[in-house]
């Protein structure tokens, strides 16, 4: 777990292809506190673009880090607002 934040919720996209790892991403942010940080378990290769493109084009959330290991894409999210 990264020492910056400390993660509220995993959601686990884990064989969904896009749109749906942003559609669920958005929709568990919805249901988050102000500060959590939701991690986010893809293996889609193009959540990295994807998720990094919603979160920087949506109000009430910020990507805080990405991280790309072999099979998973780690995604974390925190609402803002």
Known sequence: MNAEFDIA????????????PVVKTKSA???????????????????MSDIDGWAAGTEGVELVDQEEGDDVYKHYVRKTE
């Open 9 to 20: 919720e995993t959601l686990d996209v884990k064989g969904a292809s896009c749109p749906m």
């Open 29 to 47: 942010t919805d249901d988050l506190a102000e500060g959590d940080v939701l991690e986010v378990l893809a293996t889609d290769p193009g959540s």
